[in-house]
């Protein structure tokens, strides 16, 4: 029931690009993504509806398959401040609640 | 308020006591969700409320958990008899439209139980 993240972990250094899969076992409605920062609280990136959209937020874009139930995250040219933990959180209906993936932490490096 | 406002945002509590978490959400907020993440770990689903509907309990690990919703806006996650697995940072988010618009959290409760 809980979607699959991959990779768990990455390392770039800065100006590298990463891509952050998402995938589900149940058909869904909408993906979130958050972005949390060590000792801080998640912060809501962007939201994807179902309908194949791909929205851009800063250099960090997102596409949703509801096909396939999967999820990207593309972090382009990477800076300091993405560090962080990325959790993608998928809804199966316009109400209810987020089951989040256990997350990918990703450092980026100078 | 501006924001997703949790208290208090540390608590040490002996084991066997029972402890209070209180969230207030952004005003006008109709979905209200309760979250747990324990060190290094993911985010566990809890509870989740939306308006005058019956809460979702079903990610309450045990009938020691309760929470409730006065009013449709303030909430307070109840633990009794706290066990030292239950020590964890307990997350509080909010959204306006839960499926269109994203989840605001709050900076969460970070519990300690010795």
């Known amino acids: 029931q809980q979607p699959v993240q991959s990779p768990q972990a990455v390392i770039l250094r800065e100006g590298e690009d990463a891509v952050i899969n998402c995938s589900s076992s149940?058909?869904?409605?909408?993906v979130h993504w958050y972005r949390q920062k060590h000792g801080e609280a998640p912060v809501f990136l962007m939201i994807?509806?179902?309908?194949?959209e791909q929205k851009g937020h800063e250099k960090i874009s997102a596409s949703f398959n509801e096909k396939k139930q999967q999820s990207s995250l593309y972090l382009t040219a990477s800076q300091l401040s993405y560090s962080g933990t990325y959790f993608c959180?998928?809804?199966?209906?316009?109400?209810?609640?987020?089951?989040f993936g256990k997350g990918t932490k990703l450092s980026v490096k100078p | 308020g501006a924001g997703v406002s949790q208290s208090p945002s540390n608590k040490v509590t002996e084991k066997g006591k029972d402890v209070e978490l209180r969230c207030d959400p952004i005003s006008g907020h109709t979905a209200l969700y309760w979250y747990r993440q324990s060190l290094g770990q993911g985010l566990e689903f809890l509870i989740y409320?939306?308006?005058?509907?019956?809460?979702?309990k079903s990610g309450l690990p045990s009938d020691r958990f309760s929470a409730e919703r006065t009013g449709g806006s303030v909430s307070t996650l109840t633990i009794q008899r706290t066990q030292q697995e239950d020590s964890a940072v307990y997350l509080c988010?909010?959204?306006?439209?839960?499926?269109?618009?994203?989840?605001?959290f709050g900076s969460g409760t970070r519990l300690t139980v010795v």
């Open positions: 988010a909010s959204s306006l439209r839960p499926g269109v618009y994203g989840y605001t």
């Open positions: 994807l509806l179902k309908g194949g």
């Open positions: 149940k058909a869904l409605y909408s």
């Open positions: 959180g998928p809804s199966v209906g316009s109400q209810g609640n987020l089951i």
């Open positions: 409320f939306q308006g005058n509907s019956a809460p979702d």
